[in-house]
C-alpha cells in the first residue's frame, strides 16, 4: 500500500517536471493570491499593533478632554458642521484649578513647536525637535517611562524652572559622549537643564515620538507665544472603578468652564484610551475583510488555472492513462495519481505565496515604522487554502481520469 502510494508520489513529480512551464505559471498564480493573503494581512496586523501599543500605553484609566471628538458624524450639505472653540490656557487653568475628583491626576500640555533645533555647545539638530510645554503629570498621564535621571515635580513647574526632560534620540544625536543628566541644551535661545531622559518610544507614521523637549508650560508659554494655541488636558485615575465617576465629573467642570447653560450640547470631547483602541479595531476589522475578499477572487482564478491545466493534463495523456489501466492500474489509483499533483502543485504555491507575502508585510511594516509580528493566523489560513483549492482543482479531473475506458484510451492519439 505505502509502496504504490510512493510510486504515485514519484509519477506526479515526473509529470510536473515534464509540463514545467505550465506548473510554474498555474504555481505563481496560486502564489499571487496567497501573497495578497498574507502581505495585506501582515500589514494590517502590524498596523494594529502599533497604534495599539502607542494608546494603551496610556492605560485604560486615562481619558483626554480635546477640541474635537475622535470621530465626527456625516452631515449632510444644508447642515453647517459645528465648529468648537479651542480648548485655552485659561479654559485648562480653570479646569485643572476646580476640577477635584478623588484619586486623579490632571495633566496639562501644548505642542511649542514641531521645527525645533536643539544645541549643546557646538552641536546642533536638524530643525526637527518637537518642544512640549507640559506640567508634572504629563508623563505619567502618557504612558512614559524615565531611563535615566527624574521626571518634573510640583515644584519644578510652579517655579517655572529652566529644567528639560528629553526624548531618547535627541540624548543619542547631541549628547552621545557625555551623560546627558547635568548637561545645558539651547532652546530658542533659552537654555535648559537635563533633568531625564525618556525610555525609546519609537515612530509612529513617520513621526519620530523620541525627538522632543519636555519644558515648563509656563516657560513654554513665554518662547511660543502664537495666537489660539489648544491645549490638551488628560486625566488620569488611580482607581479603575472610578473612571465612570471622573469622566461625569471632568464633563461637569468643563461646562462649567465654559459657561454653558443646561440646554447647550457640550463645545467639546472627551475620549477614553481603550474608546480609541475599540474604534481603531472595528477599522482594521474592514481591512481584515477586504483583505479576504481580493485574495478570495485572486485564489477562485488560481483554482480554476489549476483545474484547467489537470483536465489538460489527462486529455493529454490518455494513452498512458489507458496502458497503465490495461496493466491492472485500478480506478482509485489513477485518481490518486492526478489527485497528488493537485495536492503537491497547489501546496508549492502555497508555500512561495507564504514566503512572499510576510517579505512584503515585513517590507510595509519596517517602512511605515510598524510594530511587525509574525503572521501566525494568516500563514495557517493560507496553508488551509492552498490545500483546499488543490482538492477542489483537483477532484473533477481525478475523476475524468479514473473514469476513462482502457480500450478507447489505447485507441486514442
Same mark, same amino acid.
Given at each position: 500500500?505505502?509502496?504504490?502510494?510512493?510510486?504515485?508520489?514519484?509519477?506526479?513529480?515526473?509529470?510536473?517536471?515534464?509540463?514545467?512551464?505550465?506548473?510554474?505559471?498555474?504555481?505563481?498564480?496560486?502564489? $499571487? *493570491?496567497?501573497?495578497?493573503?498574507?502581505? /495585506? +494581512? &501582515?500589514? !494590517?496586523?502590524?498596523?494594529?499593533? @502599533? =497604534? %495599539?501599543?502607542?494608546?494603551?500605553?496610556?492605560?485604560?484609566?486615562?481619558?483626554?478632554?480635546?477640541?474635537?471628538?475622535?470621530?465626527?458624524?456625516?452631515?449632510?450639505?444644508?447642515?453647517?458642521?459645528?465648529?468648537?472653540?479651542?480648548?485655552?490656557?485659561?479654559?485648562?487653568?480653570?479646569?485643572?484649578?476646580?476640577?477635584?475628583?478623588?484619586?486623579?491626576?490632571?495633566?496639562?500640555?501644548?505642542?511649542?513647536?514641531?521645527?525645533?533645533?536643539?544645541?549643546?555647545?557646538?552641536?546642533?539638530?536638524?530643525?526637527?525637535?518637537?518642544?512640549?510645554?507640559?506640567?508634572?503629570?504629563?508623563?505619567?498621564?502618557?504612558?512614559?517611562?524615565?531611563?535615566?535621571?527624574?521626571?518634573?515635580?510640583?515644584?519644578?513647574?510652579?517655579?517655572?524652572?529652566?529644567?528639560?526632560? $528629553? *526624548?531618547?534620540?535627541?540624548?543619542?544625536? /547631541? +549628547? &552621545?559622549? !557625555?551623560?546627558?543628566?547635568?548637561? @545645558? =541644551? %539651547?532652546?530658542?535661545?533659552?537654555?535648559?537643564?537635563?533633568?531625564?531622559?525618556?525610555?525609546?518610544?519609537?515612530?509612529?507614521?513617520?513621526?519620530?515620538?523620541?525627538?522632543?523637549?519636555?519644558?515648563?508650560?509656563?516657560?513654554?508659554?513665554?518662547?511660543?507665544?502664537?495666537?489660539?494655541?489648544?491645549?490638551?488636558?488628560?486625566?488620569?485615575?488611580?482607581?479603575?472603578?472610578?473612571?465612570?465617576?471622573?469622566?461625569?465629573?471632568?464633563?461637569?467642570?468643563?461646562?462649567?468652564?465654559?459657561?454653558?447653560?443646561?440646554?447647550?450640547?457640550?463645545?467639546?470631547?472627551?475620549?477614553?484610551?481603550?474608546?480609541?483602541?475599540?474604534?481603531?479595531?472595528?477599522?482594521?476589522?474592514?481591512?481584515?475583510?477586504?483583505?479576504?475578499?481580493?485574495?478570495?477572487?485572486?485564489?477562485? *482564478?488560481?483554482?480554476?488555472?489549476?483545474?484547467?491545466?489537470?483536465? !489538460?493534463?489527462?486529455?493529454?495523456? @490518455?494513452?498512458?492513462?489507458?496502458?497503465?489501466?490495461?496493466?491492472?492500474?485500478?480506478?482509485?489509483?489513477?485518481?490518486?495519481?492526478?489527485?497528488?499533483?493537485?495536492?503537491?502543485?497547489?501546496?508549492?504555491?502555497?508555500?512561495?505565496?507564504?514566503?512572499?507575502?510576510?517579505?512584503?508585510?515585513?517590507?510595509?511594516?519596517?517602512?511605515?515604522?510598524?510594530?511587525?509580528?509574525?503572521?501566525?493566523?494568516?500563514?495557517?489560513?493560507?496553508?488551509?487554502?492552498?490545500?483546499?483549492?488543490?482538492?477542489?482543482?483537483?477532484?473533477?479531473?481525478?475523476?475524468?481520469?479514473?473514469?476513462?475506458?482502457?480500450?478507447?484510451?489505447?485507441?486514442?492519439?
Amino acid at each position: 500500500m505505502f509502496s504504490l502510494f510512493r510510486e504515485n508520489i514519484r509519477i506526479a513529480f515526473n509529470s510536473i517536471r515534464t509540463q514545467l512551464l505550465r506548473t510554474i505559471l498555474t504555481v505563481l498564480i496560486i502564489a $499571487i *493570491g496567497i501573497t495578497a493573503l498574507v502581505g /495585506i +494581512l &501582515s500589514a !494590517v496586523s502590524a498596523l494594529e499593533n @502599533t =497604534i %495599539s501599543s502607542d494608546f494603551s500605553s496610556m492605560g485604560a484609566n486615562t481619558f483626554n478632554i480635546q477640541r474635537y471628538e475622535f470621530t465626527t458624524q456625516r452631515q449632510s450639505g444644508k447642515e453647517v458642521q459645528k465648529i468648537n472653540p479651542i480648548i485655552s490656557y485659561r479654559d485648562v487653568k480653570d479646569f485643572e484649578d476646580t476640577y477635584k475628583f478623588p484619586f486623579t491626576k490632571v495633566s496639562v500640555s501644548f505642542v511649542g513647536t514641531q521645527t525645533a533645533e536643539v544645541k549643546y555647545e557646538n552641536t546642533k539638530t536638524d530643525p526637527e525637535v518637537t518642544v512640549l510645554g507640559v506640567n508634572e503629570n504629563f508623563i505619567q498621564n502618557s504612558g512614559l517611562e524615565i531611563s535615566e535621571g527624574r521626571e518634573f515635580n510640583v515644584f519644578d513647574i510652579d517655579n517655572s524652572s529652566t529644567l528639560c526632560v $528629553i *526624548g531618547s534620540d535627541l540624548a543619542k544625536s /547631541i +549628547l &552621545s559622549d !557625555v551623560n546627558p543628566i547635568g548637561q @545645558t =541644551i %539651547s532652546v530658542r535661545g533659552a537654555k535648559f537643564k537635563v533633568i531625564g531622559v525618556l525610555k525609546s518610544k519609537g515612530s509612529t507614521f513617520g513621526n519620530n515620538q523620541d525627538l522632543r523637549v519636555m519644558i515648563p508650560i509656563q516657560k513654554a508659554r513665554t518662547l511660543f507665544t502664537s495666537p489660539n494655541i489648544n491645549y490638551s488636558l488628560s486625566v488620569k485615575t488611580d482607581k479603575k472603578d472610578m473612571l465612570e465617576g471622573a469622566q461625569d465629573d471632568a464633563i461637569l467642570t468643563f461646562r462649567n468652564v465654559r459657561a454653558l447653560n443646561p440646554v447647550e450640547d457640550n463645545d467639546f470631547g472627551l475620549e477614553r484610551s481603550d474608546d480609541l483602541i475599540n474604534r481603531i479595531g472595528s477599522i482594521t476589522g474592514y481591512l481584515y475583510v477586504a483583505a479576504w475578499v481580493i485574495s478570495m477572487i485572486t485564489i477562485l *482564478g488560481s483554482s480554476i488555472a489549476l483545474m484547467n491545466i489537470l483536465f !489538460v493534463s489527462v486529455t493529454e495523456r @490518455t494513452r498512458e492513462i489507458g496502458v497503465r489501466k490495461a496493466l491492472g492500474a485500478k480506478k482509485k489509483t489513477i485518481a490518486t495519481q492526478f489527485f497528488m499533483e493537485a495536492i503537491i502543485i497547489g501546496q508549492l504555491g502555497g508555500i512561495l505565496g507564504i514566503m512572499l507575502g510576510v517579505l512584503i508585510g515585513y517590507a510595509v511594516s519596517a517602512a511605515a515604522d510598524f510594530q511587525f509580528s509574525t503572521p501566525w493566523l494568516a500563514m495557517f489560513s493560507a496553508f488551509t487554502i492552498a490545500f483546499i483549492v488543490a482538492v477542489v482543482a483537483g477532484l473533477l479531473p481525478a475523476i475524468k481520469a479514473a473514469k476513462l475506458d482502457p480500450i478507447e484510451s489505447l485507441r486514442y492519439e
